[in-house]
């Protein structure tokens, strides 16, 4: 469990997971959140921020690839170039070839060879992330399979959500505060989409810097930053 409040920029600032049930293909996004804040008995506030995951945001629109059911086949491209990805500890990223055959459909092949070469050059010079620089965010929120993943999850590719800002402009309209889509882990994250427009999205990366919904299957997709007075 990580802390509740962190400070930030001189502020301390409370992070309110919300627990929801499991998102999947075809959900009321904004109603799962409602069902979630009341039944914890959570009031957003006008000031606060509400944020939600894009995992979350992406399996609503049906953003996700389930590994077991057949409906991705990774191509040999995918095959050959998911070996030169390096794993973090954060997840596999690329480095399998079902989320590098994402990757190729996401963002284009000529893009993904344009950094593959980009980052393999990078290497050479000592220099790392100049793949992921490259490539985008639509590739770097590619999520592969990983075992401590609420199923069905564990064994699915999710792909970056559709229009984040326009999700967190919904966001904002139901429920009366600023909102944010994020893609947060433990190595650091950012922020997809937010409204309004001039919300501090570097301010939210620093407050969510723990990555306080963790990664694990707590079914917490949902937050709220609140500013401790």
């Not at 989320?99 to 950094?115: K, N």
């Not at 401590?148 to 505060?177: H, K, M, Q, W, Y």
């Not at 997809?192 to 501090?200: H, I, K, N, T």
Request: a neutral charge; charged letters at 25%.
């Amino acid at each position: 469990m990580k802390q509740k409040t962190i400070t930030a920029r001189g502020i301390s600032w409370d992070r309110i997971p919300v627990k929801t049930k499991l998102v999947l293909r075809g959900d009321d996004l904004l109603q799962t959140i409602d069902d979630g804040l009341r039944e914890a008995g959570h009031q957003v506030a006008p000031e606060d921020i509400l944020f939600v995951s894009e995992k979350a945001v992406g399996a609503s629109q049906g953003r996700y690839y389930l590994l077991d059911d057949g409906t991705l086949e990774p191509g040999r491209l995918a095959r050959i170039l998911s070996r030169f990805v390096t794993r973090t500890p954060a997840g596999i990223g690329l480095g399998i070839p079902e989320t590098m055959e994402c990757a190729l459909r996401e963002c284009g092949v000529p893009r993904i060879l344009f950094a593959a070469m980009a980052g393999a050059l990078g290497k050479l010079f000592g220099r790392k992330g100049d793949f992921y620089r490259i490539a985008g965010p639509l590739a770097r929120s590619i999520d592969g399979p990983t075992s401590g993943t609420i199923p069905p999850f564990n064994r699915a590719v999710s792909l970056a959500p559709l229009d984040p800002d326009g999700v967190s402009r919904e966001l904002a309209a139901r429920f009366g505060c600023s909102a944010a889509v994020v893609d947060i882990n433990d190595l650091g994250g950012n922020v997809l989409g937010a409204y309004p427009p001039e919300l501090d999205r570097e301010l939210i990366v620093e407050i969510l810097r723990d990555n306080p919904l963790g990664q694990g299957t707590d079914s917490t997709p949902v937050g709220i930053i609140h500013a401790v007075t």
